[in-house]
Each structure stands twice: as C-alpha cells, then as structure tokens.
C-alpha cells in the first residue's frame, strides 16, 4: 500500500520560504509513470493544486503561485518536496501531498504563517 | 483554466435516504485520449481527501457501492443511494484532463438532518 508522509515547519515567519518534503513509501517515485503534487487547503476552505513534478524533474505549478514556488524530486531518497517563498497568511494552510492521479493522499501538515 | 461548479454547496440529507450532487465544467473534459477525467473526493472532518470515483464512475478499491457517478462532456453526478452516518463531510469534484493541471470545485457539505 503507498503512503506518503508530508513533514516540515509548522510555522513560518512573513516573508520567509516555506518549505515541505512529501516521502512515498510502499512504492518507488521512479519506477511508475506518475506526477507527484501538492495541494493546500486554508482552513475553512476548499482544496487548490499547487503543482506537480515527474520524478525526471518536469515541473508544472498554478500559474496563480508559480513564481513563488519551486517542485523538486530526490528519487534516491524516494522524496519530492515544495518551496514557497515570500510567504503571508495568506499562505497559512494544510499542505497535502499526493499522486499525481489523487489515488493515494498523505495526512496533510498545517503550516501557520505567523511573526 | 477549467472552472469547476459544483451544486448545492450545502445538502441537510436524513439517514438512510438518497443523496445527490452535481458538478458542472465550464468546458468539455473529455481528453484526446478519449477518457474523461472527473473524480469525486470526500473530506471527512479533520481528515485529508480520500478518492471516491475517478474516470466518471469508476470506484476507487474499499469504496461501498451505495456511492455511484455519472455524467458525461461538462455535467456530472455524484449519487449516495442510502446516507449513512460516516458519509458526513464535504465532497469535491476534480478535473484532470487539463493534467498535469487540476482544479477542483467548492466542496459540497453533506451533513444529517
């Protein structure tokens, strides 16, 4: 069964660069034809797909969030992970990963972007 | 980018009686490849996503079949034969025919009378 485990900072300062690491396990990032993505949920609030990679490194992100975020893959780790930089509250949410397909999902993490 | 709605955005059901939900694309997602891409997720509270359908119809493994999707082209349904007590929570339809690009719709709360 795949899992996928997101861990990093709970909180962030303003303006500083969030960032996240997604580990799969119970499955090789590199053996499947599938994306890799995160996706964030403000509390109160509906999901929004930040992007995607392949573990070749192709990246797609949310035109809305893509000059702020960085998607990249550690395949002999078996990781992806996110970056957000320039951070406000706005960005204070639950940050899942999941595959790309929305079969398998992690637990989500909550980072607050708080002084 | 494709816009997903989804109606109602809140649906009061009494236990053991039908539910039903639409989702609405603002184009076609029907892929070159042939395959419509639309799935179903449903959040329970202080849970992550959980994929229900995928493909239009397609039960996800573990998923009761009193849970049922329909639709083609840009209109869509998910249909609860008989709410059960766990089924609480808010559903989301998701396009990923755009892939690797997704959108999702609202959310749908479906709570108990």
């Known amino acids: 069964q795949l899992q996928l485990q997101e861990s990093g900072p709970g909180l962030v300062k303003p303006s500083e660069t969030l960032s996240l690491t997604c580990t799969v396990s119970?499955?090789?990032?590199?053996?499947?034809?599938?994306?890799w993505g995160w996706i964030r949920q403000p509390p109160g609030k509906g999901l929004e797909w930040i992007g995607s990679?392949?573990?070749?490194?192709?990246?797609y992100y949310n035109p809305s969030l893509k000059s702020r975020v960085t998607i990249s893959v550690d395949t002999s780790k078996n990781q992806f992970s996110l970056k957000l930089s320039s951070v406000t509250a706005a960005d204070t949410a639950v940050y899942y990963c999941?595959?790309?397909?929305?079969?398998?999902w992690g637990q989500g993490t909550l980072v607050t972007v708080s002084s | 980018d494709i816009v997903m709605t989804q109606t109602p955005l809140s649906s009061p059901v009494t236990l053991g009686q039908p539910a039903s939900i639409s989702c609405r694309s603002s184009?076609?997602?029907?892929?070159?490849?042939?395959?419509?891409?639309l799935s179903w997720l449903q959040q329970r509270p202080g849970q992550p996503p959980r994929l229900l359908i995928y493909?239009?119809?397609n039960r996800f493994s573990g998923v009761p079949d009193r849970f049922s999707g329909s639709g083609a082209g840009t209109d869509f349904t998910l249909k609860i034969s008989r709410v059960e007590a766990e089924d609480v929570g808010v559903y989301y339809c998701?396009?990923?025919?755009?892939?690797?690009?997704?959108?999702f719709g609202q959310g749908t709360k479906l709570e108990i009378k």
């Open positions: 184009q076609s997602l029907v892929h070159s490849d042939g395959n419509t891409y």
């Open positions: 119970g499955g090789s990032i590199s053996s499947s034809s599938y994306y």
């Open positions: 998701t396009q990923a025919t755009q892939f690797p690009f997704y959108t």
């Open positions: 990679i392949y573990y070749s490194g192709s990246t």
């Open positions: 999941a595959r790309g397909d929305q079969f398998y």
């Open positions: 493909k239009i119809s």
